[in-house]
Nanobody, 116 residues
Framework: QVQLVESGGGLVQPGGSLRLSCAAS????????MYWYRQDPGKERELVAV????????NYADSVKGRFFISRDNAKNTVYLQMNSLKPEDTAMYYC?????????WGQGTQVTVSS
C-alpha cells in the first residue's frame, strides 16, 4: 500500500525558511519521480517542484525558482522541499505526490503559513 507522509510545515515569518519532508513507503521509491504541489483554499492545486528518480533532474514553478529546492534521499525513501525567502503568497497546504502506473498517490499534506 502506497503511503506518503508529509511533515515540516508550520508558521514562519516572511523571509524565513522551512524544510518539508515526505516519507514514502509501500513502493520502490527510487523507481519513481516525486512531486511537490501546493493548494490554497479557493485556488487550484499548483505544481511546485519535481525531481527525477535519481535526483539528477529537477524542475520548478516560476514562482519558486531560485528560492525552493527539491531533493531526495533514496536510501531513506524521503523527498524534501527546502523553502527559502518565504513570502506570504507561499502560504498553502503542501502535498507530495507520485504516479505509479495509472494511479496518482497523494499524501495528507502539511500546512505552511507565512505571516508576520
Amino acid at each position: 500500500q502506497v503511503q506518503l507522509v508529509e511533515s515540516g510545515g508550520g508558521l514562519v515569518q516572511p523571509g524565513g525558511s522551512l524544510r518539508l519532508s515526505c516519507a514514502a513507503s509501500g513502493f520502490t521509491f527510487s523507481n519513481y519521480g516525486m512531486y511537490w504541489y501546493r493548494q490554497d483554499p479557493g485556488k487550484e492545486r499548483e505544481l511546485v517542484a519535481v525531481i527525477s528518480r535519481s535526483g539528477s533532474s529537477t524542475n520548478y514553478a516560476d514562482s519558486v525558482k531560485g528560492r525552493f529546492f527539491i531533493s531526495r534521499d533514496n536510501a531513506k525513501n524521503t523527498v524534501y522541499l527546502q523553502m527559502n525567502s518565504l513570502k506570504p503568497e507561499d502560504t498553502a497546504m503542501y502535498y507530495c505526490m507520485t504516479r505509479i502506473a495509472a494511479a496518482i498517490n497523494w499524501g495528507q499534506g502539511t500546512q505552511v503559513t507565512v505571516s508576520s
